[in-house]
């Protein structure tokens, strides 16, 4: 096992923040709470949303986006 990932058994929260960290499809953000998604980690959302659009259309249903920072 690669070392600084947690075991998935252990905390599989952390276990998912670790690989995407080690990975860098992702990282942290200077704003508390916030990730930035790197080039790799935007090719693999693009291909999933891709994916999915052609389900949806299939379907006759549509995409929405909503906020991703809702202020309080």
Avoid at 9 to 18: E, I
Wanted: some cysteine; aromatic content about 14%; hydrophobic content about 40%.
């Amino acid at each position: 096992m690669a070392r600084n990932i947690t075991p998935k058994g252990q905390d599989y929260s952390q276990w998912y923040l670790d690989i995407i960290k080690v990975a860098e499809l992702a990282d942290y953000a200077p704003v508390r709470g916030c990730m930035v998604i790197r080039p790799t980690g935007y090719s693999v959302w693009e291909e999933i949303q891709q994916k999915f659009d052609m389900a949806f259309k299939e379907t006759g249903h549509v995409n929405a986006y909503f906020p991703v920072l809702i202020p309080n």
